[in-house]
């Protein structure tokens, strides 16, 4: 574990997140459109590095956020709309770093969340 954010990568992922949400069909995207998007993801993603590091969890999982929202969740056409990544990304931070006590019935959920996320390794696995 780690506490220090490596920037340089979770800046590579927020610029792939870019490139496929602005994959509209063009050949070709302006570098200063897809630099600007990136560079809006990033500072949406930054903030919830140190409440990770106090957590005393790798802030690095960021990054590996990102590249999963790209993996699963980003279509293009979604342009530069952020409300949906603000979205995703607090969902999947507090899965990763809880912060928030559950009730039963809202904690019954993360048995479906395990279950899937067991599935999805074994997949990568198999």
Avoid at 54 to 71: E, I, K, M, Q, T
Wanted: one cysteine or more; hydrophobic letters at 45%.
């Amino acid at each position: 574990m780690t506490d220090r954010l490596d920037e340089e990568q979770l800046r590579d992922a927020c610029l792939d997140l870019a490139r496929v949400v602005l994959a509209a069909g063009q050949p070709q995207v302006s570098n200063d459109i897809l630099e600007t998007l990136a560079d809006r993801f990033y500072r949406e993603v930054v903030d919830f590095a140190p409440g990770i590091a106090r957590a005393g969890r790798d802030p690095n999982l960021l990054a590996r956020a990102v590249y999963y929202l790209n993996d699963a969740h980003a279509l293009p056409l979604m342009g530069t709309d952020m409300e949906w990544f603000r979205q995703a990304l607090v969902c999947l931070v507090e899965l990763a770093a809880p912060s928030i006590a559950l009730s039963d019935k809202g904690g019954a959920f993360l048995r479906d969340v395990q279950f899937g996320v067991e599935q999805s390794l074994g997949d990568l696995e198999g």
